[in-house]
């Protein structure tokens, strides 16, 4: 029987953690794939799958197995949750190959706003990772932000559901930023404060709580390409926890 696929994290990857304004946390570690390179190669028929999306998220591929994932899961477990206020028990992983090559004139609404990861239940909390698998740090790393008015992004997410172009008009009206030509978010706005950047690395991981508003911080949109082999190639995945 065929062996089948899976991520492998490295024995002793490095790990540093970050505190922002407020308490939130999060975390950057380097060398983290056993090795990434065999990853891309060995779900490159998924990999293959990734087309741009105008709408949800701009470029993601099928759903991965579990059992494909299991190591990140297990490292969550052992390493992430001694940094982190959540129990190590009932971790739930959901994990995609990403690659994001909308270029400005084609980001939704959604796009052009930093976000915040919905949890899938009121009692857990939905904590977030991104894997970088390019080797230019220009395709861009990780934004993060703090809200200045969170409801404008609130109200603009549910009306973009219904009628974008609504959505658009809505977000016109609070926000200077909107009423320019589109673009990638990687600054402050009237909805939210830029705070930091953590600048993509191959074979970077950053780890984070889902309700810490963030974003791609892609400033040379010009430099993403659609072949995922060539651009922006991530593996994203969220992990629902119950909180300490």
């Avoid at 009121?122 to 790393?141: E, H, R, W």
């Avoid at 658009?168 to 930023?177: A, G, N, P």
């Avoid at 991530?234 to 119950?242: E, G, H, K, W």
Wanted: proline share 8%; net charge neutral.
């Amino acid at each position: 029987m065929e062996q089948q696929p899976r991520v492998k994290v490295a024995s002793n990857p490095e790990i540093n953690l970050h505190e922002l304004e407020g308490g939130q946390k999060y975390a950057i570690v380097d060398n983290f794939l056993a090795d990434p390179h065999e990853v891309i190669e060995n779900f490159s028929g998924q990999i293959r799958k990734i087309v741009p999306e105008p709408l949800g998220h701009p470029g993601r591929g099928p759903n991965m197995q579990l059992n494909e994932i299991q190591e990140i899961q297990s490292f969550i477990r052992s390493r992430l949750s001694r940094l982190f206020p959540f129990h190590r028990a009932s971790i739930r992983l959901k994990a995609f190959l990403s690659n994001v090559a909308l270029k400005p004139e084609e980001l939704s609404v959604y796009h052009r706003m930093c976000h915040i990861d919905p949890r899938i239940s009121p009692k857990l909390q939905t904590y977030a990772g991104v894997i970088y698998l390019f080797d230019n740090p220009d395709l861009g790393g990780t934004g993060f932000y703090r809200w200045k008015n969170k409801e404008i992004a609130v109200n603009a997410f549910q009306m973009a559901y219904r009628d974008h172009a609504a959505a658009l008009k809505y977000l016109e009206q609070h926000s200077e930023v909107f009423r320019r030509p589109s673009e990638y978010m990687t600054s402050s706005n009237e909805i939210a404060e830029f705070i930091t950047a953590v600048p993509a690395r191959f074979n970077r991981m950053v780890f984070y709580n889902g309700e810490l508003p963030h974003s791609g911080h892609i400033t040379h949109p010009e430099l993403l390409d659609p072949d995922p082999m060539k651009g922006r190639l991530t593996l994203n995945f969220f992990a629902a926890v119950l909180p300490k």
